[in-house]
């Protein structure tokens, strides 16, 4: 699976946010990796983002990316 940027073409790896083609996959890390949201369940099974924890060797910045 792979997700694609409208924008620029740039394909990245859904369960990493890496990309490895396109413009951004010869960018430099942290640049080339999407930031990541951690999604959880409630007993109800509601499903809700967790808060984030920004900065590149977190969940990312965006426009920026993460280390993965």
């Known amino acids: ?3 694609e940027c409208p924008c620029h073409g740039s394909m990245y ?3 990493t946010g890496t990309s490895f083609a ?3 996959s010869v960018q430099a890390a942290p640049s080339n990796t ?3 949201l951690n999604f959880e ?3 109800d099974g509601f499903m809700f983002i967790s808060p984030p924890k ?3 060797n977190d969940n ?3 426009g920026y990316g993460r280390f993965t």
């Open 41 to 43: 369940a409630d007993s």
């Open 22 to 24: 396109g413009p951004a």
């Open 1 to 3: 699976m792979r997700g």
């Open 13 to 15: 790896d859904v369960k």
């Open 54 to 56: 920004w900065g590149v």
């Open 60 to 62: 990312g910045v965006v």
């Open 34 to 36: 999407l930031p990541q």
